[in-house]
T-cell receptor
């Protein structure tokens, strides 16, 4: 079983839509849950992260962790064409990262 | 803050040559640096982890004699691909954290290597 499972998409939505990106994981030792955004031919950039269960909001982005079901989500409200990128979830124990395969998102104007 | 740079951003070389990629933390001291490889449409694959002043720890399946990593200072790590072959063509990305075993990594922009 993979440490992290992420639907690779691709996901295509109209501008203004609410986007939900999800990952499941198997290791209960994960403590931090990171989301990275990667534009084509660029390095990933840290978007936001949460510690343990709960929600964290940053502008149009909300990260959510449910440790009981080992499910992590990233919601994007009022999606914009500039949000078109690959989004990678990366839970971590603090010493080691495990990256999802990434979900490719396209926001259509 | 927390800017990581890589040089070069793009390199093309002949098969059999060696290529060195630099990763620098510009505004913080990176006690730990990570090297990843990414093939098209695939996720990042961790190659090795290096702590300043000590030998790198390589992931299973990564040849340490082929991918030489040197983390000589708190702001610089280098990855040398020795005797590169076309199958080594990939996108190489480094990241850095400012504490050992930290929760956050800051990624460099990546280096695209093409081996002819």
């Amino acid at each position: 079983q993979k440490e992290v499972e992420q639907d690779p998409g691709p996901l295509s939505v109209p501008e203004g839509a609410i986007v939900s990106l999800n990952c499941t994981y198997s290791n209960s030792a994960f403590q931090y849950f990171m989301w990275y955004r990667q534009y084509s031919r660029k390095g990933p950039e840290l978007l936001m992260y949460t510690y343990s269960s709960g929600n964290k909001e940053d502008g149009r982005f909300t990260a959510q962790v449910d440790k009981s079901s080992k499910y992590i989500s990233l919601f994007i409200r009022d999606s914009q064409p500039s949000d078109s990128a690959t989004y990678l979830c990366a839970p971590t124990t603090g010493n080691q990262f495990y990256f999802g395969t990434g979900t490719s998102l396209t926001v259509i104007p | 803050g927390a800017v990581v740079s890589q040089h070069p951003s793009w390199v093309i070389c002949k098969s059999g040559t060696s290529v060195k990629i630099e990763c620098r933390s510009l505004d913080f001291q990176a006690t730990t640096m990570f090297w990843y490889r990414q093939f098209p449409k695939q996720s990042l694959m961790l190659m090795a982890t290096s702590n300043e002043g000590s030998k790198a720890t390589y992931e299973q399946g990564v040849e340490k004699d082929k991918f030489l990593i040197n983390h000589a200072s708190l702001t610089l790590s280098t990855l040398t691909v020795t005797s590169a072959h076309p199958e080594d063509s990939s996108f190489y990305i480094c990241s850095a954290s400012d504490r050992r075993g930290t929760d956050t990594q800051y990624f460099g922009p990546g280096t695209r290597l093409t081996v002819l």
